[in-house]
């Protein structure tokens, strides 16, 4: 007997194809599997345990039907709009919100079958890298209850790691997908920017924000890429292109593929425990055949400084609309610029309003060339940079973060070092590049540790395939962290 | 009014509604009115996570709008956001075009009598419209977003207007032009056309521009002229005084002629404009410009120099029927199947537009057809009734509905050009005024007139005048 909570995606849809199980036997127990674990891990906001059901019941006499995603329970981000459940981005200010209209991933995951269980815990509108900032309740890695899972979408990995669904959406704008994947232990992928339709993400910043899916393997993740990917008529960023044989690509080896290595990995302030997987990761890649050489990456401090300039200004904007006239609270005032000014005072937590005030600073028409027209210039450096790169190499390897899942509270009153945890994931944000977080071991201390690859733009099957190689060369995917597990760690 | 001794600098930003028939970033529909927010959805409602997307039919009136003015057409252009607080602003942020606009470097020459006046067109970009506030008597407000996202052409002028007159006088040509583009209904009252004014006044020979203000939504010709007048005024008398001209934005209250300040410098917006990033670069493709080009109908001026050289018609004539494309279209229709251009124009000048001024209708919803007054205009040349008939007949045709044919018959008013019938009632007028013949054959032949009005007014106006005045002098020889 399967322990159905386990499964990857794929490892599902063939039980269902040779008809040894069905949607609502496997929704059940992820159910139960939620209910045992939520109130240490918290990874979710609401769980739509009747909705999911009844919909694992029609597809149980439905029949798979081609249908890639059949009966696979699906947590989403709070911050993607869902028709019949909350959503609330994490922030007093959206309260109980229910959006009047689903957002296209949540329609393309239902059209590939997918179960829909609940909505994920994040950092308050995606800001932050440890989903403390959750106006509602702190999420908990499920390797360590005393580490954060990162952010923003600490849920979803979280929810992942914890074996509650084999897949979950998060979305990424500086690395909000990778970063808690790596703590997490888990697979998560951003593709290109514009691969995956925005239309209805809850905006945090939308020349950056990209939704993706956070599994147990790199395989899982391009399944869920290939049926989120694809133009869509309402998102007029996105892109087309063709997906379908991503899904293959994660085993296709990288033989004579060249891979470049960062040269200033050398400086690079990293735990130890990183530095060496990411040369044994390192190794690996060059035993698989392909040739290696040095890449003269973007300057990280150039890159996370743009990064929080951009973010923050396009932030300033997005969040707005968040001020208690149409929709989420209101704050009672005598007068309109009160109300609003209350409403915002009250309903935002201290980390969006630093972000407002910081992008609407950098905006402002005093300071305007001085950040943020050098932030777009830098931005273009950026994408230069790994336009040369990637003239040389098909990848980029390196760490996800320079260091594993750190305490819950340590970083709370020290922005700064929280910000650095995204140092190595904001460079492939910034150029809009499709970037993988891979899981490839763990430190002394039993922490998750990932590695990144990035590819050129368009080219997430050189992600896959080189992600793809580390997971079967480091087999990581195989080990997953059970609460329910004494030893904490253990086999399938 | 008197800017005294100084010189008046005048620049204008209108805001013109395209009539689109779905939105600017949706597919809610454009039109004006409805029940207060019933035609709205998660885009133009700005709500989280709902993206916008362009609508090409109002790209398209745009550039059609730019290339009407002589603007040069940017083959990639930007949105912006444009970010102020306001409650009919639902994503609290407008998407417009800041430094890089569809349209730039237009001119339009204002049809003045004197020399001719060129103003420069700075710039004509697209926008989305916000909503509309309704201010209840309790001091609460609600909001309607019916309007939210309708999308508006705004043109932007240099500071090249000297008079409140020109101001007048290049709205009116701009209204005049988006009506014959077919754009715009050009309703200045309803809001489909927004003008604000800035004004500035100068020493003469000075050419540094003075502090500017301006006065946003005047809703009618004469609230252009008259905000305008009232603010040189201010201004003059600021200046005379030795006093600095603050540079603020008002609000121009047309019943107690006065515009009332909304902000100040000091409390001036910075709008930290920078680029929509929910939408892609606006890059107009070959097939577009092609597409505008074959759209563009022929503009008032040139059609009112083919009105002087096809149909013969005075400068005047041509610049009254051209005033609207529809004017112009309903003429062409007339003089085509009447085969008279001269009296299709006389009679849409007198009768059709005195009838359209009288009752303030609009010739789209006019009565008569080009067909009927065709009709008419035959049936006097066959002199079939008489030019004065043809003006009762007109007024049936109006009032009834009717086609002339069936007008002139149930009026009696078909000319009587018959010999043996006439030649009776002259008999009869001539027996009745034995007096008034001898003195007519004795030399007073003035006397003629009197006779053919009794015989006019024998047949009731039907006979035909010409023969009346043939038969009589053949009898009183
Ligand atoms: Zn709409």
């Given at each position: 007997m399967h322990d159905l909570t386990s499964l990857t995606a794929i490892e599902l849809l063939g039980l269902y194809e040779r008809g040894e199980t069905i949607p609502s036997k496997v929704l059940r127990a992820c159910l139960d599997g939620i209910e045992s674990k939520e109130a240490v891990v918290g990874a979710f906001l609401h769980v739509d345990a009747e909705g999911a059901m009844a919909r694992a019941s029609k597809l149980d006499a439905e029949g798979i039907g081609g249908r890639p995603l059949f009966g696979v329970p699906v947590a989403v981000k709070d911050n993607i709009c869902t028709s019949t459940m909350p959503t609330t981005c994490a922030s007093r200010i959206l309260g109980s919100y229910r959006p009047p209209y689903d957002a296209t991933v949540v329609r393309r995951l239902e059209d590939a079958g997918a179960v829909i269980v609940g909505k994920t815990n994040l950092d308050?509108?995606?800001?932050?890298?440890?989903?403390?900032?959750?106006a509602f309740h702190t999420t908990r890695n499920p390797w360590d209850e005393s580490r954060a899972p990162g952010g923003s979408s600490g849920g979803s990995a979280a929810a992942v790691a914890a074996c509650m669904v084999p897949v979950a959406l998060g979305s990424d704008t500086g690395g909000s997908i990778r970063q808690p994947a790596s703590f997490c232990g888990v697979t998560g992928i951003k593709g290109t920017y514009g691969r995956v339709s925005r239309y209805g993400l809850i905006a945090f910043a939308s020349s950056l924000d990209q939704i993706g899916p956070i599994a147990r393997d790199v395989e899982d993740c391009a399944l869920v890429m290939g049926v989120l990917s694809g133009e869509d008529?309402?998102?007029?960023?996105s892109i087309a292109g063709d997906t379908e044989f991503w899904k293959d690509s994660s085993g296709g080896g990288i033989d004579g593929l060249r891979v470049g290595l960062p040269l200033e990995n050398s400086k690079w302030e990293m735990d130890l425990d990183v530095r060496e997987l990411f040369d044994q990761a390192v190794n690996a890649i060059i035993e698989s055949g392909c040739t290696t050489g040095g890449a003269r990456l973007p300057e990280m401090d150039k890159s996370i400084a743009c990064y929080y300039i951009i973010a923050n200004a396009e932030a300033s904007s997005n969040l707005a609309r968040y001020d208690g006239v149409r929709y989420g609270m209101r704050s009672d005032a005598d007068t309109l610029t009160r109300m609003y000014e209350e409403t915002r005072g009250e309903g935002f937590g201290a980390e969006v309003k630093r972000r407002i005030l910081l992008g609407t600073y950098v905006l402002s028409s005093g300071y305007y060339d001085l950040y943020y027209s050098r932030a777009l210039h830098a931005r273009e450096e950026i994408k230069r940079d790994f336009r040369k790169i990637f003239e040389q190499y098909d990848a980029i390897i390196l760490p996800t973060t320079p260091e594993p899942a750190f305490e819950l509270g340590e970083r709370l009153d020290d922005p700064l070092s929280m910000y650095m945890s995204d140092i190595f994931t904001t460079p492939a944000s910034i150029a809009g590049l499709p970037a993988i977080s891979v899981p490839v071991g763990v430190t002394v201390d039993g922490l998750p540790v990932g590695m990144q690859v990035i590819a050129a733009e368009g080219r997430e099957d050189m992600v896959f395939r080189v992600a793809g190689t580390l997971q079967r060369s480091f087999g990581f995917n195989k080990r997953y962290y059970s609460l329910s597990d004494e030893s904490g760690e253990g086999d399938r | 009014m008197s800017a005294g001794r100084y010189e008046t600098v005048i620049g204008l930003e209108i805001h013109v509604q395209l009539l689109t028939s779905t939105k600017l970033f949706c597919a809610c529909p454009a039109e004006f009115g409805g029940e207060p927010n019933s035609r709205i959805c998660p885009v133009c409602l700005g709500l989280p996570g709902a993206l916008p997307a362009v609508n090409r039919e109002a790209v398209k009136m745009a550039v059609l709008l730019g290339t009407a003015l002589g603007c040069d057409v940017r083959s990639r252009s930007v949105f912006a956001r444009k970010n102020y607080f306001y409650p009919d602003c639902p994503r609290n942020y407008q998407i417009s075009m800041f430094d890089?606009?569809?349209?730039?470097n237009g001119v339009v020459e204002l049809d003045s009598d004197d020399a001719p006046v060129r103003i420069r067109i700075e710039r004509v970009h697209l926008e989305d419209d916000s909503g509309k506030l309704i201010h209840e008597s309790d001091g609460g407000s609600l909001v309607d977003f019916n309007r939210c996202g309708v999308p508006l052409a705004e043109i932007v002028t240099m500071p090249d207007l000297r008079t409140p007159a020109e101001a007048r006088m290049l709205v009116k040509q701009l209204r005049q032009l988006v009506r014959y583009l077919g754009i715009c209904d050009g309703n200045l009252e309803e809001g489909s056309m927004r003008c604000d004014v800035n004004v500035s006044l100068r020493n003469p020979g000075e050419t540094e521009l003075g502090t500017k203000t301006e006065i946003k939504n005047l809703n009618s010709f004469k609230a252009i002229e008259s905000g305008l007048e009232a603010e040189i005024v201010r201004q003059a008398a600021l200046l005379d005084a030795g006093k600095e001209i603050e540079q603020v934005t008002s609000l121009w209250d047309s019943q107690h002629r006065e515009s009332v300040v909304m902000r100040s410098k000091e409390k001036a917006h910075d709008y930290r404009y920078f680029r929509e990033p929910d939408l892609e670069d606006l890059v107009l493709d070959e097939g577009l410009l092609k597409k505008v080009e074959s759209l563009m109908p022929e503009l008032p001026r040139e059609r009112r120099g083919r009105f002087v050289d096809q149909y013969g018609l005075s400068d005047y004539d041509s610049v009254v029927l051209t005033s609207e494309k529809e004017i112009a279209d309903y003429f062409e229709e007339v003089a085509r199947l009447s085969g008279d251009p001269r009296s299709s124009s006389n009679w849409i000048m007198r009768e059709v537009m005195g009838e359209l001024n009288n009752t303030g209708k609009d010739i789209r919803s006019f009565g008569v057809s080009p067909e009927g007054l065709s009709e008419l205009i035959k049936e006097i040349a066959s002199g079939r009734i008489s030019a004065t008939a043809g003006g009762e007949v007109f007024g049936e045709m109006v009032r009834s509905d009717v086609e002339p044919g069936d007008a002139i018959a149930s009026l009696g008013l078909e000319q009587v050009s018959g010999e043996d019938e006439i030649s009776e009632m002259v008999g009869t007028v001539l027996e009745a005024a034995p007096d008034e013949v001898r003195r007519y054959r004795e030399?007073?032949?003035?006397l003629l007139g009197y006779f053919v009005g009794q015989v006019m007014k024998m047949s009731g106006g039907r006979a035909n005048p010409s023969k009346v005045n043939e038969i009589l002098k053949e009898r009183l020889h």
């Open positions: 308050e509108f995606a800001m932050g890298s440890s989903t403390e900032n959750s008529p309402l998102d007029a960023t | 890089k606009p569809l349209c730039e030399g007073e032949r003035k």
